[in-house]
């Protein structure tokens, strides 16, 4: 099977600006979470999505949002983006709620 | 409020000996377990999980030992090799409420040849 795949794998942009990351999960997969990582703050919990709604949202504040369409594609926008937006962005999908998360390669922002 | 913590930001070791990697975890309704290693300019990789019903669950060089009265949790790999260098995650979940995964801030494991 194919892994999870995310899209594009590096951007730039500035301040202000809004961006959009496309994560695709692996096949039969239903459940996609979003991760921001920073160096030395780890893996920090964005939202869940399931069946097209969202399930569970970590604590970063409203211009961070996300939709699952009905092929269980994942969007994430970041709008009026700010210098610490900067990090990796990770997409983890699972066949289920309690099963093992498996991660894609990361998105790369930069903001400046 | 870091619920899961690996308190080691960097760890070195020889091959061919054990490397031990350490995460506490402070929240009781955690009851799953996971550890995932991960490479630069790659996502992380799932390499082992424990469920709380258990104190010990092997997969080849790697072991994940659970003491839940301590609340912590340790991946053991014997023996370490070169390509074991990397930043390795320890993650928890509740399996009733939100389910949602926290990881710990990761350790660098290096194997030094």
């Known amino acids: 099977k194919a892994g999870v795949t995310q899209t594009p794998r590096y951007l730039i942009k500035t301040r202000g600006q809004q961006v959009t990351l496309s994560c695709s999960p692996i096949?039969?997969?239903?459940?996609v979470s979003w991760y921001q990582q920073t160096p030395g703050q780890g893996l920090q919990f964005l939202f869940e999505y399931f069946s097209e709604t969202q399930r569970n949202k970590g604590n970063f504040p409203g211009r961070f949002s996300g939709r699952q369409f009905s092929n269980s594609r994942s969007e994430m926008n970041v709008s009026t983006l700010e210098l610490g937006d900067s990090a990796l962005y990770l997409c983890?999908?699972?066949?289920?709620?309690?099963?093992?998360?498996?991660f894609g390669p990361g998105t790369r922002l930069l903001v400046l | 409020d870091q619920q899961v913590k690996q308190n080691s930001p960097s760890l070195s070791v020889q091959e061919g000996r054990i490397s031990i990697l350490n995460c506490d975890y402070t929240n009781s309704m955690f009851d799953y377990f996971l550890w995932y290693k991960k490479y630069p300019a790659e996502g992380p990789t799932f390499l082992i999980s424990i469920s709380s019903i258990k104190d010990k669950n092997e997969d080849g060089r790697f072991t994940v030992f659970l003491n839940k009265s301590a609340k912590h949790l340790s991946l053991h790999i014997v023996p370490s090799q070169p390509g074991d260098s990397a930043v390795y995650f320890c993650?928890?979940?509740?399996?009733?409420?939100?389910?949602?995964?926290?990881f710990g801030t990761g350790t660098r494991l290096k194997v030094l040849a």
């Open positions: 983890a999908s699972s066949a289920g709620q309690e099963e093992t998360q498996y």
């Open positions: 096949s039969g997969h239903r459940s």
């Open positions: 993650a928890a979940r509740a399996t009733s409420g939100t389910y949602k995964y926290i």
